[in-house]
C-alpha cells in the first residue's frame, strides 16, 4: 500500500490537447509524490508540444517501462518515425500513433509492468463495437452514471436493449461500486427509455430490475429520465444507469461542468480518461484545461488502492475445515472461496 503506484498514459491524438493536458497535470510535482507516471508517447511530439505551449515539465525518456524511476516522469518511446504536429484535425498519422501507443501499453499491461492505464483523449470509433462487455461509467464528485449503450444511432437503442444486458451490465456497475470504491451496499437507479413508461419499461426494463434484485442487487427503477433529474432523485442513489449515450451524458455534463473522468468498468484492468476528447479547437493554444486528466489520474490510483482493501481477505483463504457426520461418517467440505472465483 505504501509503494508508488505506476500509471501508464497513452498520449491521444497527437494533433489535439493529450500532450498538453498530460504535462500540465504533472507541472505540480506533488503528482510524483502519489504515483509515478510512464507516458506511452513520443519524445519528439512531446518536445514540440511543451516547447509550443512552454511548458516547464520535464521529463526522461526510457525504452521500456521496467526503466521507470520514481520521482521523474517517464516518457516511454512506444516508435521510432516522427510524427507531424498539425494542431486543430485529426490526421492519418497522429491516429496512427494514438493507436501504436495505446497498442504498446495494452502489452505491458499483460506483462503486469505498470498498475492503472489513463488513455490520453481520442477520436471515438466511428464503429465501436456494440457488444462491448465493458460498461462505461461517467463520474464525478455528484453523480455515476453508466451507459447501457455506447455510440448507437437514438434509432437502434431499443432494438439494442435487452432483460440480459441490463442484468449483466446492472451487475458490473453494482460490482464496481462495491470493489472500486468501496460502497458497501449500493443502491442502483435504472433509467426508463421513453419519457412515457411504455412497452420497454413493461416488458424489459421493468423485469430486468426484479431479476437484478433475485441477485442479490439493490437495483430500482424504471425512472423517466427527465422527472428523475429535475427532482433530483440521482442524489438517493450510488449509481445510474442509462439506457443510451446522451440520455447519461446530458444530466452528467450538467451536473459536472468542471470536469469528469469515464472508466471502464468490468474488464480486468483499471483503465480510466478523460471525459473530453481531443478538443482539436482549442490545441496548440495553451489553455486546456488538465483537471479532467489529473482527476481520471486520482480516479484510477485511489481504485487501485481500494481494490487491494477488498480483495485482501481473499488472498489468503483459511485452510479448508472439516466437519465429520456422526450419523453417517461423511465428511462436509467448506472453504472460503478466493477472489478469482468471486469476481470472475
Known sequence: MDKKIRVAITHGDTN???????????????MLDMCTPIIYGSPKAATFHRKAMQIETQFTIIKDADEAKDG???LLATFDEEVPVEFGHSTEASSNAAKQALARAKEDMQKHLFDVLVLGPVVPNPNPNREEKALTIMLSDRVRIGLLTNHLPIKEVAQ???????????????NSLK???RINNPRLAVLALNPQLGAEEEQIIAPAVAELEKQNVQA????AAEEFFACNNHEQFDGVLAMYD???????NSLAPEFGVKLKAGITAICTTTDHGP??????QGIADPTSLRQAIYTAVDMFRNRMEYDEPFANPLPKLYHEKREDGDKARFAMPRAKDVFK
Not at 430500482?220 to 425512472?223: A, E, Q
Open 16 to 30: 489535439g490537447v493529450g500532450y498538453e493536458v498530460i504535462l500540465r497535470a504533472f507541472e505540480d510535482l506533488m
Open 179 to 181: 470493489r472500486d470504491f
Open 279 to 284: 478538443s482539436f479547437e482549442i490545441a496548440g
Open 160 to 174: 439494442s436493449i435487452s432483460i440480459e444486458k441490463i442484468v449483466e451490465k446492472g451487475k458490473i456497475f453494482f
Open 220 to 223: 430500482f427503477g424504471p425512472y
Open 72 to 74: 521523474r516522469v517517464n
Open 246 to 252: 446522451d440520455q447519461g451524458m446530458l444530466p452528467f
